[in-house]
């Protein structure tokens, strides 16, 4: 059973009849809030996902269902088509249920699961060569070869080592010999002695290279007889190598990209331009295939946003139902290339808000200070925004010598910073930062009820590759990050919490609340990991440590903004 408005056509027709203002500028698709259309979009596609029939995916959200737990991001596009009637488009990332083709969901760019395509032909011989290389390297025969080789290099090191430790011996007893001779023997006999020890080191010399002669020849032949093995199996590795870099060339020029002046680019032309080579799976997200199915079918896009469905995956925070922005390093070049000629919102993060007034030092002597940074404000200068806690320091201290800050704090979050004013103090700060000698405490608030009194959560981090500066948790290649909380309070829903990091991980306070391994609820105003708002209610709220001159245990507080 189908929900209403989500038809077996691609453009779903609105039927409400409410008036609303239709959006200025499309949307930023990396930076947005879901405009009230988008929201309208996505609440209809997720009644249809909630009670359709039409295929079977197991997305994690029902104990009973068979099959892998594969969470999926849906997008939804608002457009208007040329007589005015607004509707939108339905899209998912990737495959669903092993299809690209399903009843309301806009087609994929190129059908990469077409038994008949070039594509899933080269795939298929690609197969066929991994099975025979497979039972080549696992053939008994070249077992048994390399085995030999193997062997024959260990007796041969044994008997050679023995051979040379004999030969060692026997020459020392020539030398005794030739030592007690010079004075029990006359110079004739000496002579004769001589010849005869010349004679059996000579023996020994051309045993040795005998020996050396026939390990070698059996070994070279043992060689000879493996590479013989060996040979087909890297021709058949070079051909599946050129045969695999020819299907994805052809793969990338396959998928074409119209943008709203008319005009198309394949992956290999946008990602020259982005100087990077196309990533796996690029094209096959959401956002893409409905802009493309938007400008084939005359529709003007107006508004688009992409929401996760399904259980929460073990890398990264993802929560049911919740929006998100579209992936940054396959999408971001695809779209930049689509949404010229549209009028887009500008990128928020661009044109952050100036903070004009001076910063407030909570505390200041002649060594150093520590100053309340505000939210949505850098300690450091960044890509695109210059003005920092760090700029405003080598204003308020021009004679100050040294790197001044001793760490930092995420933009969104507000709090304590520690500043040298000598390069000396910054040494000793620092020092005691790496040696966990500095205390800190933050003060948030969680969007939801923590049940615990008291915990630490410890999953390891990494840099999302696909979205810069977000972090997975990733017990592989993720570095250590362990924090200690201490539940303050919960009021109305809300949880307010102390925080104590151990570690000094990108995002850690911020992952380690909203991931399902940790807390399992974001930071309220958490733009990256749970929902934008106001601001992020994450501050640094106390420092403690020993002052690097008069050596008194410095113990400060910033007061809490929300």
């Given at each position: ?281 690029s094209g096959e997200c959401a956002a893409p295939k409905l802009f493309q199915y ?231 105003g958490d733009d990256l990991y749970g929902v934008k708002g106001e601001r992020l ?26």
């Amino acid at each position: 059973m189908q929900h209403p408005n989500f038809t077996d056509t691609f453009f779903h027709k609105f039927t409400f009849e409410a008036d609303i203002v239709l959006p200025k500028q499309f949307t930023f698709p990396f930076y947005y809030e879901p405009h009230e259309l988008s929201v309208l979009a996505a609440e209809d596609l997720q009644r249809y996902l909630e009670s359709q029939t039409d295929f079977k995916h197991n997305f994690g959200l029902h104990p009973d269902t068979e099959g892998l737990v594969i969470g999926k991001m849906f997008g939804v596009m608002v457009v208007q088509q040329y007589n005015g009637d607004l509707g939108y488009l339905a899209a998912f990332s990737g495959k669903l249920a092993e299809s690209n083709y399903h009843k309301g969901f806009v087609p994929t760019v190129y059908n990469t699961l077409d038994e008949t395509g070039f594509y899933k032909k080269g795939e298929a011989e690609l197969n066929r060569l991994n099975a025979e290389i497979e039972t080549l390297e696992n053939a008994s025969e070249l077992k048994q070869a390399r085995l030999t080789l193997d062997e024959f290099q260990k007796l041969y090191n044994k008997e050679l080592a023995a051979f040379k430790a004999d030969i060692k011996t026997k020459k020392k007893t020539r030398n005794l010999k030739r030592e007690s001779a010079k004075t029990t023997l006359s110079s004739e006999a000496f002579e004769v002695l001589l010849e005869g020890l010349k004679s059996e080191s000579i023996y020994y010399h051309f045993r040795l290279k005998d020996l050396k002669k026939d390990w070698e020849a059996k070994i070279e032949a043992a060689k000879h007889h493996l590479d013989g093995l060996l040979k087909p199996i890297e021709a058949l590795k070079e051909k599946r190598a050129t045969l695999s870099a020819s299907l994805q060339k052809r793969l990338h020029e396959q998928y074409r990209f119209l943008n709203a002046e008319g005009n198309t680019k394949d992956l290999l032309d946008i990602f020259k331009d982005a100087m990077v080579p196309p990533p796996a799976g690029s094209g096959e997200c959401a956002a893409p295939k409905l802009f493309q199915y938007a400008y084939e079918n005359n529709l003007k896009p107006i508004a688009m946003a992409e929401f996760w469905w399904g259980a929460s995956p073990k890398s990264e925070v993802r929560k049911h139902k919740q929006f998100y922005p579209s992936c940054r390093s396959k999408c971001e070049p695809i779209l930049g290339h689509m949404m010229q000629g549209l009028d887009v919102e500008d990128n928020p993060i661009q044109t952050v808000s100036e903070y004009n007034a001076p910063l407030d030092i909570v505390y200041e002597d002649d060594y150093l200070l520590l100053v309340n940074k505000p939210h949505e404000f850098l300690s450091v200068p960044g890509k695109h925004i210059q003005e920092s806690v760090l700029t405003r320091m080598k204003r308020y201290l021009p004679k100050a010598k040294g790197p001044l800050l001793v760490h930092r704090l995420d933009m969104s979050t507000s709090g304590l910073l520690l500043v040298a004013k000598n390069e000396k103090t910054h040494k000793n700060l620092q020092k005691q930062f790496i040696e966990r000698a500095i205390k800190k405490r933050y003060v948030a608030l969680l969007d939801g009820e923590v049940s615990t009194k008291s915990g630490t959560i410890d999953l390891p981090l990494r840099v999302d590759l696909d979205n810069r500066p977000q972090q997975l948790v990733c017990y592989q290649h993720g570095k250590p990050a362990k924090t200690k909380y201490e539940v303050v309070g919960v009021e109305n829903g809300k949880t307010r919490i102390y925080f104590y990091p151990i570690t000094g991980r990108t995002h850690q306070l911020r992952v380690h609340a909203a991931h399902s391994g940790g807390l399992n609820m974001a930071i309220i105003g958490d733009d990256l990991y749970g929902v934008k708002g106001e601001r992020l209610c994450l501050h640094a709220e106390r420092l403690t440590f020993i002052h690097p001159v008069t050596q008194q245990v410095l113990d400060i507080f910033s007061e809490v903004p929300f």
